[in-house]
C-alpha cells in the first residue's frame, strides 16, 4: 500500500481487538521511529502491551476500548509542526501496515502512558494502534475552496492534487484550521488559525499536501 492509498483508505478508530501485534510488524514501526528520533532529535517511544494509558476519563468519554498499543510523541517544547508532521507519517506507515490508528491529545493519559520524557521536552499526542473492530468512517470536511488562497494566476495541478490529500488530514476535533497559499513565486505557504493543537494540525497537513501534491514539487515558504 502506498501512502496515498493509505491516505484514502485511512480513518480514525478508537475501539481494539485483543489481537497481539506480531512481532515483526512492531519491529518494523520501532525501525522508523529510531530514524526519525536521529534525524529529528526527537524522542517518539513505541509501547505495546500497556492496557493503562486509555483508561482515563477522557478516554472513556471518547469511548476508547480495547487500546494496549501506542506511540508517545515526544519532542523539544518547540517542534509542534515537525511533531505533527512526522506523527502523520508513522500514522500512514500504521495503515499501510494493516493496522487501524487514531491521533489523541487528551485521550491519552500522560501520567499513566510508560514513556518517558527528558528536560525540556513536550508530550505532544499519543497515536494509538492495534486491529480496529471497525475501519471507521469518513469525517465532514470543509468545502476545499475555503481552505487554499492563490497570489496570482492559477494554481498549478499538483497544487489542487496536493490540496485534495490536505483535505483527509486529521485534525483536532475535525476543526481543520488551516490554510495553505500558492505564492507568486510557486512557493506554498501553510498557515492555521489558533485552535487545540493547531500546529500540530498543521504538520499532519503539510505531510498529506505532500503525498498529493508530490515533495517533488512542494517548496515551503
Known sequence: MTELEAIKSRHSVRQYKEDAIPEEIVKILQDEIDIINKEQGFNFQLVTNDP??????????GNF??????I????????????????????LEIQALGLNSCIC??????SKALATVGKDEKFYLGVCFGYGVKQGVDHKNKP????????????????????????????AINQQK????????GKCK??????????????????HFEIGAGKENVIWE
Do not use: Q
Open 144 to 171: 476545499i475552496e475555503s481552505l487554499y488562497e492563490i497570489e496570482s494566476g492559477e494554481a498549478p495541478e499538483w497544487f489542487m492534487k496536493g490540496m485534495e490529500c490536505a483535505l483527509l488530514a486529521p485534525t
Open 65 to 70: 476500548t480495547g487500546v494496549r498499543n501506542y
Open 190 to 207: 501553510a498557515i492555521s488559525k489558533f485552535g487545540p493543537c493547531s500546529k500540530l494540525d498543521l504538520g499532519i497537513v503539510m505531510y
Open 72 to 91: 508517545a510523541i515526544i519532542a523539544k517544547k518547540d517542534k509542534d509542526i515537525l511533531a505533527g508532521y512526522y506523527t502523520e507519517k508513522l500514522v
Open 105 to 110: 491529545a487528551s485521550s491519552i493519559s500522560k
Open 52 to 61: 493503562n494509558a486509555f483508561t482515563g476519563f477522557f478516554a472513556h468519554y
Open 178 to 185: 488551516f490554510k495553505i497559499i500558492y505564492k507568486a513565486d
